[in-house]
């Protein structure tokens, strides 16, 4: 009896034609993955070397900028110390005081049978000058003479105390101290130079030297003055 095959001619490479079919496709697949991560790759690759471009860039841009800083460096050190200048110029204009006018009112001023034994000059009382400070002096902060000497009598005291308030600019004359020792006692008992005279000290307190206008502000009044000057005109 003869065998016949009854199984289809294309049944048996079934099987073989799906798995060929599906490794197809994971080739293909694995294809497109390596062209997406080279792609990716080629964009993160052209981005960094931007952004490194961009870094050198800066710091390029910030050497010239601190080069240049270095270079002027010198011109702001000079305006620096031309404004700390100015500032100490201004600030010994405002001070001044006319001591050679004080001094010589007062010596004009004290009256006879009075002379002085001390005197201390000061612009204001953290002024230090070797001496022995009166107690007022500390209570105005203005250009003040420290005064001690003798007279005849406590009377006299009250007439120098008076004819030293009409000196021109003093505001204040403060007594701190008068007494006068019984007649007969010796220098160190009632005072050196003084013997039995009265012995007194006091404190003459000058105005405040007024300020010296600065350039600023002379411009400023000069503004000020000229919308009024223009006013009146229209008028």
Known sequence: MKAVNLIPADSGGGAHGRSGGIGAYVVIAVLALLVLMSGAYTVVGRSLADKRADLAAVTAQADTAEAAAGDLK?????????????????????????WAHALDEVARTIPPKTWLTGLRATVN???GVPGTSDPLRASLAVPALEIAGCTTSQSKVATTMSSLRRITGVQRVSLSSSAKAPKGSTASAAGEGCGDRAQFAMTVFFEAPSAVPTQTDTQSQAQAAAPAATGGATK
């Open 74 to 98: 010198s011109y702001t050190t000079f305006a620096e110390l031309r404004k700390s200048r100015v500032a100490t110029v201004r600030d010994l204009a405002k001070s001044r005081f006319d």
């Open 125 to 127: 009382p953290t002024v």
